[in-house]
């Protein structure tokens, strides 16, 4: 089992930045692939940007390429989503997901862990 807590979340004009946190605990050996997905109201919920612990490699959705980056400090069983230049289309609640892999997806019938999720306000 693996229990995800994001925080980080909060309003802040276009051009902001916000950094998005994701404390994970349990079995870590499950949370090989991270992720950060979206949901704004009305529409599906997307993947944002997925990391795969194990080889370092990264997805990250065309909409934020270039401006979020996602991370993680093992140390601290912790994983960011650093996000700048906000624009007011990046408004939604933003969700951290885990899943043991091996193959990391954005899509997030692919994960088995989620955590309640943190509200991203952009205003123009």
């Known amino acids: 089992q693996v229990q995800l807590v994001e925080s980080g979340g909060g309003s802040v004009q276009a051009g902001g930045s916000l950094r998005l946190s994701c404390a994970i605990s349990?079995?870590?050996?499950?949370?090989?692939?991270m992720a950060w997905f979206r949901q704004a109201p009305g529409k599906k919920r997307d993947g944002v940007a997925v990391?795969?612990?194990?080889?370092?490699?990264?997805y990250y959705a065309d909409s934020v390429k270039g401006r979020f980056t996602i991370s993680r400090d093992s140390a601290k069983n912790t994983v960011f989503l650093q996000m700048n230049n906000l624009k007011p289309e990046d408004t939604a609640l933003y969700y951290c997901?885990?899943?043991?892999?091996?193959?990391?997806?954005?899509?997030?019938?692919?994960?088995?862990?989620w955590g309640q999720g943190t509200q991203v306000t952009v205003s123009s």
């Open positions: 997901a885990a899943d043991r892999g091996p193959f990391c997806t954005r899509l997030d019938q692919g994960y088995n862990y």
């Open positions: 349990g079995d870590t050996y499950s949370s090989r692939c």
């Open positions: 990391a795969w612990v194990g080889g370092g490699s990264t």
